[in-house]
């Protein structure tokens, strides 16, 4: 190993990303982009639910009823439909994503203190959102119920609303959100796209930059000149580590200053596991690109393999509890996982080493074996 | 039009140049491979196991009162959604295992629990949830509100004699159209394969431009008769013939047969509208490859055109919930369209009835992404 040799080759890799000034401000605008994009546009809050009513019954108690779906934020009422088969294009052309119907003799059935049926009916075309629409249903139905409950035992024994209301409703859940009280998605989103940004774009770009002297030949300069092969990709991917550094302090600021995400914990084990993870992302570009020959190549493979993992495997937007034995080998076999906790413990439960030591060592251990098996991959004797 | 593009000629030349652009496809064996790889193995992977359910919350408990009824409430917290994981000491263990990503949520009962509720008082439980996924941590509150609320009704029912359940409540049918099952690797599988295809639409076409410019064969390219759309052209259609063939292993090779995606729709009317999809992005790519000059860019103009386009067309985030200048930009990506479309074909059976309106709006992008791109490639080498 020879310092001079690798300062040498990262001072000429720098002056090349820097000339090409295109690629050069791509570098730094993508991730700033793409944070401002996934920050406001990625909500994960369903909010604004288009929803249809088809009321048959036509009575005060369903114009009630009614009433307090229009009334919540969750629901965005787009009118009443005019029968149950009407519902069948709305929901097929998206127009709608719930219907309510409410079959005839609704109120009767209430003012004599039956049960009254009502059909809910859901697009599943987006579990999750189907899920989540399920849960506002499910709750403002219960709302509805116990008042009517607590209505008609006040009518039937003479007793007030609000004493009636408490003997309905004995058992009362309190709610505590924690580490994130108001259920903001933001909060629990903006660190995770550090991890998620961190993990597109170095490999992008270490992939790109190495493959460039791959196709264009270049290559062979190195091939014969005395560099080892280790002097060059510690030269060849120092200035690369030092763009997604800053990139990512960059992301860091953004989250804590722009969308105001609480960051608890201990700096200084931020930034170190930080290193670790960039030096493992651009690990993985350093592989790919030992393995492809052209540029279209590595950006289709750099995209494919970073991007699902990412999105999919870290527990992002999808709970790693949910996920099948077999898919959460996958995620422990990835390092976005460990990242995505040391995240979420820097920023939104403030632990550190004592509580996140196995995941750093764990990045540390992938950053050395993507490094070594570059090293292993690459020869200055290829065979073609 | 001796040498039109409808001519004989034209034609044949078209034919040629078309394949000339599936043999340098073809050649790049590593991109081939990884073609296939995305096409099958990505999309499996996307769709198995990967849920965006709340299952098996690992809940712990803390049991203060260690009555009949504290006990039949705490065994009401079942899978699917919850899975206990046994009783807590002490109450500041719960911190330490929410801290630890131990459980998901701590149910908290009061001590004197049996003997307040049977004097009908109100009593209140606890239940501490983690949000930092806020999505789940909704869910875990709703699901627990659910079973609380109905096992503190029948509680209510058993002491005022309301017997049983039948009282001025509402009595919901949900029903779960498209989906009823709830499956999510149908909707995981869909927006991968859509993923899948815009990246290659925008890649393949910029990539083979670029790579034209970069090693100089442009050159050699604008001294032939051919005019710039011929040129174009044929890349266009060389990348939608793969890219439709690569659809077709997808889905009758990995969403039929392995996760049994229902194939409701016209298939024709699926393919055509994914051809018509690949020529609209396409012509996007191609408009990349105008402004950039060598491969790296068009890597990170990739970027830049791919990643807004998915999260703005409601492949993964519901357009309802974003900003509203957000929603309108969605109108100007293709992706947001051939959503509709593929969803609708492949689970809703919907038909050109009522996807007419999606169709031209993509046509209409189509036309006026290509001719711009038309337009700057004739102003650089014209």
């Given at each position: 190993?020879?310092?001079?040799?690798?300062?040498?080759?990262?001072?000429?890799?720098?002056?090349?990303?820097?000339?090409?000034?295109?690629?050069f401000?791509?570098?730094?605008?993508?991730?700033?982009?793409?944070?401002?994009?996934?920050g406001?546009?990625?909500?994960?809050?369903v909010?604004?639910?288009?929803?249809?009513?088809?009321?048959?019954?036509?009575?005060?108690?369903?114009?009630?009823?009614?009433?307090?779906?229009?009334?919540?934020?969750?629901?965005?009422?787009?009118?009443?439909?005019?029968?149950?088969?009407?519902?069948?294009?709305?929901?097929?052309?998206?127009?709608?994503?719930?219907?309510?119907?409410?079959?005839?003799?609704?109120?009767?059935?209430?003012?004599?203190?039956?049960?009254?049926?009502?059909?809910?009916?859901?697009?599943?075309?987006?579990?999750?959102r189907?899920?989540?629409?399920?849960?506002?249903?499910?709750?403002?139905?219960?709302?509805?119920?116990?008042?009517?409950?607590?209505?008609?035992?006040?009518?039937?024994?003479?007793?007030p609303?609000?004493?009636?209301?408490?003997?309905?409703?004995?058992?009362?859940?309190?709610?505590?959100?924690?580490?994130?009280?108001s259920?903001?998605?933001?909060?629990?989103?903006?660190?995770?796209?550090?991890?998620?940004?961190?993990?597109?774009?170095?490999?992008?770009?270490?992939a790109?930059?190495?493959?460039?002297?791959?196709?264009?030949?270049?290559?062979?300069n190195?091939?014969?000149?005395?560099?080892?092969?280790?002097?060059?990709?510690?030269?060849?991917?120092?200035?690369?580590?030092?763009?997604?550094?800053?990139n990512?302090?960059?992301?860091?600021?953004?989250?804590?200053?722009?969308?105001?995400a609480?960051?608890?914990?201990?700096?200084?084990?931020?930034?170190?596991?930080?290193?670790?993870?960039?030096?493992?992302?651009?690990?993985?570009?350093l592989?790919?690109?030992?393995?492809?020959?052209?540029?279209?190549?590595?950006?289709?493979?750099?995209?494919?393999?970073?991007?699902?993992?990412?999105?999919?495997?870290?527990?992002?937007?999808?709970?790693?509890?949910?996920?099948s034995?077999?898919?959460?080998?996958?995620?422990?076999?990835?390092?976005?996982?460990?990242?995505?906790?040391?995240?979420?413990?820097?920023?939104?439960?403030?632990?550190?080493?004592?509580?996140?030591?196995?995941?750093?060592?764990?990045?540390?251990?992938?950053a050395?074996?993507?490094?070594?098996?570059?090293y292993?991959?690459?020869?200055k004797?290829?065979?073609? | 039009?001796?040498?039109?593009?409808?001519?004989?000629?034209?034609?044949?030349?078209?034919?040629?140049?078309?394949?000339?652009?599936?043999?340098?496809?073809f050649?790049?064996?590593?991109?081939?491979?990884?073609?296939?790889?995305?096409?099958?193995?990505d999309?499996?992977?996307?769709?198995?196991?990967?849920?965006?359910?709340?299952?098996?919350?690992?809940?712990?408990?803390?049991?203060?009162?260690?009555?009949?009824?504290?006990?039949?409430?705490?065994?009401?917290f079942?899978?699917?959604?919850?899975?206990?994981?046994?009783?807590?000491?002490?109450?500041?263990?719960?911190?330490?295992?929410?801290?630890?990503?131990?459980?998901?949520?701590v149910?908290?009962?009061?001590?004197?629990?049996?003997?307040?509720?049977?004097?009908?008082?109100?009593?209140?439980?606890?239940?501490?949830?983690?949000?930092?996924?806020?999505?789940?941590?909704?869910?875990?509150?709703?699901?627990?509100?659910?079973?609380?609320?109905?096992?503190?009704?029948?509680a209510?029912?058993?002491?005022?004699g309301?017997?049983?359940?039948?009282?001025?409540?509402?009595?919901?049918?949900?029903?779960?159209?498209?989906?009823?099952?709830q499956?999510?690797?149908?909707?995981?599988?869909?927006?991968?394969?859509?993923?899948?295809?815009?990246?290659?639409?925008?890649?393949?076409?910029?990539?083979?431009?670029?790579?034209?410019?970069?090693?100089?064969?442009?050159?050699?390219?604008?001294?032939?008769?051919?005019?710039?759309f011929?040129?174009l052209?044929?890349?266009?259609?060389?990348?939608?013939?793969?890219?439709?063939?690569?659809?077709?292993?997808?889905?009758?090779?990995?969403?039929?047969?392995?996760?049994?995606?229902?194939?409701?729709?016209?298939?024709?009317?699926?393919?055509?509208?994914?051809?018509?999809y690949?020529?609209?992005?396409?012509?996007?790519?191609?408009?990349a490859?105008?402004?950039?000059?060598?491969?790296?860019?068009?890597?990170?103009?990739?970027?830049?055109?791919?990643?807004?386009?998915?999260?703005?067309?409601?492949?993964?985030?519901?357009?309802?919930?974003?900003?509203?200048?957000?929603?309108?930009?969605?109108?100007i990506?293709?992706?947001?369209?051939?959503?509709d479309?593929?969803?609708?074909?492949?689970?809703?059976?919907?038909?050109?009835?009522?996807?007419?309106?999606?169709?031209?709006?993509?046509?209409?992008?189509?036309?006026?992404?290509?001719?711009?791109?038309?337009?700057?490639?004739?102003?650089?080498?014209?």
């Amino acid at each position: 190993m020879n310092g001079k040799r690798i300062v040498a080759l990262a001072w000429k890799e720098w002056r090349e990303i820097v000339r090409d000034r295109l690629f050069f401000a791509l570098a730094f605008i993508v991730p700033t982009m793409l944070m401002l994009l996934f920050g406001f546009g990625l909500s994960l809050d369903v909010e604004h639910l288009p929803f249809a009513v088809v009321d048959y019954d036509r009575s005060a108690a369903s114009r009630d009823y009614t009433y307090r779906f229009i009334s919540s934020r969750y629901f965005d009422f787009k009118g009443y439909a005019g029968d149950a088969r009407a519902l069948d294009s709305l929901l097929a052309d998206n127009r709608i994503r719930m219907a309510l119907v409410i079959p005839p003799r609704f109120d009767e059935h209430l003012a004599r203190g039956e049960p009254a049926p009502v059909q809910v009916l859901i697009d599943g075309t987006f579990p999750m959102r189907a899920q989540t629409t399920q849960g506002y249903v499910v709750a403002i139905n219960s709302a509805v119920s116990l008042d009517n409950m607590a209505r008609a035992l006040s009518a039937g024994r003479g007793i007030p609303l609000d004493e009636a209301r408490r003997r309905v409703q004995p058992v009362k859940l309190e709610v505590r959100y924690l580490y994130n009280q108001s259920v903001k998605s933001i909060w629990s989103l903006a660190p995770k796209l550090i991890m998620l940004i961190m993990m597109l774009s170095p490999p992008f770009l270490t992939a790109l930059g190495v493959v460039r002297e791959k196709e264009s030949g270049s290559i062979f300069n190195i091939y014969s000149s005395t560099v080892s092969p280790g002097e060059f990709l510690l030269g060849k991917l120092a200035p690369y580590v030092f763009i997604s550094i800053a990139n990512a302090m960059v992301l860091w600021a953004l989250a804590v200053w722009l969308y105001d995400a609480p960051f608890k914990g201990d700096p200084f084990f931020f930034a170190f596991a930080t290193l670790l993870y960039v030096i493992c992302t651009t690990g993985i570009g350093l592989v790919i690109s030992m393995l492809v020959q052209t540029q279209v190549a590595a950006m289709i493979v750099a995209s494919i393999v970073s991007i699902i993992p990412a999105v999919l495997y870290s527990g992002m937007l999808l709970p790693l509890t949910s996920l099948s034995p077999g898919a959460s080998a996958i995620a422990h076999s990835l390092p976005t996982m460990y990242y995505t906790n040391i995240v979420v413990g820097s920023f939104l439960k403030g632990v550190s080493w004592s509580a996140l030591w196995p995941d750093v060592l764990v990045l540390a251990a992938y950053a050395g074996s993507l490094f070594g098996l570059g090293y292993l991959l690459f020869s200055k004797r290829p065979k073609s | 039009m001796k040498n039109g593009f409808f001519s004989l000629a034209g034609l044949r030349r078209l034919r040629v140049m078309t394949w000339k652009e599936l043999l340098q496809l073809f050649r790049d064996t590593a991109l081939m491979v990884f073609f296939l790889y995305s096409f099958t193995g990505d999309i499996y992977i996307a769709a198995s196991g990967v849920s965006m359910q709340l299952k098996n919350a690992a809940i712990a408990t803390l049991d203060g009162d260690r009555s009949d009824a504290s006990r039949e409430l705490l065994s009401r917290f079942q899978p699917p959604y919850f899975r206990p994981i046994g009783e807590l000491a002490a109450a500041r263990d719960s911190i330490t295992l929410l801290d630890d990503a131990g459980a998901m949520a701590v149910l908290d009962i009061p001590p004197r629990f049996q003997e307040r509720l049977q004097r009908g008082e109100q009593v209140s439980v606890q239940l501490q949830v983690d949000t930092t996924n806020s999505v789940l941590g909704f869910l875990a509150s709703s699901y627990g509100a659910q079973i609380v609320g109905k096992y503190g009704l029948e509680a209510a029912a058993r002491r005022e004699g309301l017997g049983g359940m039948a009282g001025p409540v509402l009595q919901a049918d949900t029903r779960i159209w498209y989906n009823p099952n709830q499956n999510d690797a149908w909707f995981m599988g869909i927006s991968e394969l859509l993923t899948v295809v815009t990246l290659f639409a925008i890649l393949l076409p910029a990539a083979a431009m670029v790579r034209e410019k970069e090693r100089g064969t442009i050159e050699q390219l604008m001294v032939t008769p051919l005019s710039a759309f011929q040129i174009l052209f044929p890349k266009v259609i060389a990348m939608t013939l793969v890219i439709l063939g690569g659809s077709a292993i997808a889905l009758f090779g990995i969403l039929g047969p392995v996760f049994h995606v229902p194939m409701r729709g016209s298939l024709l009317t699926f393919f055509l509208i994914t051809a018509l999809y690949v020529f609209t992005t396409a012509g996007l790519g191609l408009l990349a490859a105008t402004v950039a000059r060598n491969l790296a860019q068009v890597g990170m103009l990739t970027v830049v055109i791919l990643m807004p386009m998915l999260l703005l067309s409601g492949a993964w985030t519901p357009p309802e919930a974003m900003p509203d200048w957000m929603r309108i930009l969605a109108y100007i990506s293709p992706l947001h369209y051939f959503l509709d479309a593929a969803y609708g074909i492949l689970l809703k059976g919907a038909g050109m009835d009522l996807l007419w309106d999606s169709v031209l709006a993509m046509a209409t992008l189509g036309v006026c992404v290509f001719a711009l791109g038309m337009g700057r490639f004739g102003r650089q080498f014209g």
